[in-house]
């Protein structure tokens, strides 16, 4: 079509805090040339890196744990603890599901069973370093206990950083450790927003329902991950609502159109992005009304009289003018929804300023996986 290439608590929170700024100005998006859109790497905003966090499960264990988890969160990272699974329903519900929503994996190999002089390490944390080994983690650090052995997956990984002797000095040691790895906290394996812009010629797009006639406004929905493709990526407008009162459920439930292509579903390949169409301010025009049939995404250079214009969703949904959104000139909250095969759910909220329906402005103001 177009010429171009946070638990939902916490987007509330985020919200919330928006709606005591007033009236935005002066930060918004407005509408950009196709193409000029964000490079891949910025694709966090508001989004925290998340660790998962292996430690042990003896007690002295969990202690460096709860410390090591606050230290990470004082670098802005989210942390997750791992717990000691018993039977393979709570390895897969429990384990597998929180290394596939995290991005960094942090393994302090604690000393266990004493063999020949040396150490065995803690065999349920290897079992998940060789889970996270195979899905692919580009950040994984491994801090060990002096003398122990490299059994398992550590047989096969390097494993250059400092060890500790005892839990006197664990902590100080791996903090070292995270300080010298480089670690950022806007890093995500995970799907990510970024792009968000407005196209800068009115566009045309035809189906069998009619034309949308406006600038659309594109989101790109990044794969961070390096080992899968994110299936059947999908998007849905869940809330909107006007800045300042809360947001309602959207009328229009239908998944929303794949920029660029035919259909409402991308096949995301591993670091790669697609976009979807979020909305499009303008008009829908029913068939037969003279003008010649649009084809794909066609542009139109001259200047173009609207009659009623609005906030439409080009969606599914394809009962002619149905996708037009009870939207009057002001300031809008909409928060999107985004879904793939074997990927968390992304939420996204949008701040969008029609005040002025010839200059609309838009802004990513947060995103979460949860």
Known sequence: MAPVSQ?????????????????????????????????LGVYTIGMKSRVFL????????????RKLAALLRTYGFEVYIAINAQTI???????????????CYLFVNFCRDKIAGKYRGSLFSNQELAIAYAFGFERILIVNQTDILSEGMLRY???????????????????????????????SRRLRAGGLRFSDEVIRYGAAYGELIGRFLYLDIQNGR????????????????????PLRPSPIRSPLKTTGRPGFSHTIFPNSHEAFDLLCI?????????????????????PLAFQNRGVHLNSAYDVIGAGRLPMNAGVWMLRYEFYAIGFPLLSVLVR???????????????????
């Open 352 to 370: 969008l300023n029609v005040t002025d329906w010839e200059q609309p402005a838009a802004k990513l103001v947060s995103q979460e996986a949860a």
């Open 157 to 187: 990984i390097g494993v250059n950083t400092e060890t500790f002797e005892d839990f006197t000095d664990c902590c100080t040691v791996v903090e070292r450790a995270i300080r010298r790895s480089g670690w950022m906290a806007d890093y």
């Open 226 to 245: 390096p080992d899968i493709a994110a299936l059947e990526a999908t998007a849905k407008l869940a809330e909107y609502g006007p800045m300042g009162e």
């Open 89 to 103: 329903l709570e390895i897969n519900a429990g384990i597998i599901g929180e290394l596939k929503n995290s991005d």
């Open 54 to 65: 292996s430690c042990g499960q003896q007690p002295k264990e969990r202690d460096v744990a």
């Open 282 to 302: 303008g008009e829908h025009r029913a068939p037969g009304l003279g003008w010649p049939p649009a084809v794909g995404g066609s542009t139109i250079a001259a």
């Open 7 to 39: 638990s939902p608590s916490d987007l509330r929170r985020c919200y919330r805090f928006f709606q005591n700024q007033g009236t935005p100005s002066g930060d918004l998006i407005s509408p950009q040339k196709p193409g000029s859109h964000q490079p």
